[in-house]
C-alpha cells in the first residue's frame, strides 16, 4: 500500500506588521508575533532566516521588531533553537554582529495578564471582513475624539454592537486603529483610539541571507 503521507512544514505568519512571511516553529513564536502585531509600538516586524559566517551559514531564525526608538532583536527563551556547541558559537557571532539590543522573552513574560488573554480573543478576528461603510463609520467616529471606550464607540456606529465589536478588532489586527490590551480585560472600558497616518512601508531592515 502506498503511503500519501507528506511531512509538513512549519505555518507562517503574516500580518499588517510583518515584511514577510516568518515560520512559526513553536507556539511562544505565534504568541510573540501576535502579540507584537497588536502593540501600537511596534511598526515593522522582520525576519532574519540565516547568516553566513565565514564559509560556514548558520541559521539564525530571529525575529527583529523595530518602533520609534529603533530596532530589537528578540529571544524567545522557550523558542530557542537546539544547537551544537559549534552551531550556538557561530549563531552568536552572526547575532552579535548584527549590533542589536536584546530583549528577553520567557513564556511567563509572553502569557502575562491581561494582554496575554486579550490578544488571543482579537485575534481571533484576524481578516474578518469589514465592509467599506462600517469601516468608515469607525474611523469617522475616532477622528473626532483623541480617544474613546470601546462601549462609547460601538453606542456611536450605526451597527449592532456584535457586528460592530467584530469590526473594530479586525481594524486593530489590521494596524489601522488601537487597542489598549495591556491594562484590564478587554470590554465595554477598552480605550480605542486611532492610528492615524501611518508611515510608508519599507525594505526589510537586515536582508538574508546576511554575510559577515
Not at 488573554?117 to 477622528?143: C, E, F, G
Request: hydrophobic residues 40%.
Amino acid at each position: 500500500m502506498s503511503d500519501n503521507s507528506q511531512v509538513r512544514g512549519p505555518e507562517h505568519f503574516t500580518s499588517a506588521k510583518t515584511t514577510g512571511a516568518i515560520p512559526v516553529r513553536h507556539p511562544a513564536i505565534r504568541d510573540v508575533l501576535i502579540q507584537c502585531s497588536l502593540n501600537p509600538a511596534i511598526r515593522f516586524i522582520d525576519y532574519v532566516e540565516s547568516a553566513v559566517v565565514g564559509a560556514d551559514e548558520v541559521d539564525l531564525d530571529a525575529i527583529v521588531v523595530r518602533g520609534e526608538g529603533g530596532s530589537v532583536l528578540l529571544d524567545v527563551i522557550p523558542a530557542r533553537p537546539l544547537r551544537d556547541l559549534e552551531e550556538e558559537g557561530l549563531a552568536l557571532i552572526a547575532l552579535g554582529e548584527l549590533n542589536l539590543p536584546t530583549q528577553r522573552l520567557t513564556s511567563e513574560d509572553l502569557m502575562r495578564e491581561p494582554r496575554y488573554s486579550n490578544s488571543k480573543l482579537v485575534w481571533l478576528y484576524n481578516r474578518h471582513h469589514v465592509p467599506l461603510d462600517l469601516r468608515m463609520q469607525i474611523l469617522t467616529v475616532l477622528a473626532g475624539h483623541p480617544s474613546m471606550h470601546l462601549r462609547k464607540l460601538l453606542e456611536e456606529i450605526q451597527e449592532t454592537r456584535s457586528r460592530g465589536s467584530r469590526a473594530v478588532m479586525a481594524l486593530a489586527c489590521a494596524d489601522v486603529i488601537e487597542l489598549d490590551l495591556e491594562t484590564q480585560p478587554l470590554g465595554p472600558t477598552t480605550t480605542v483610539k486611532s492610528r492615524g497616518v501611518l508611515p510608508v512601508r519599507v525594505e526589510p531592515l537586515i536582508p538574508f541571507p546576511r554575510k559577515i
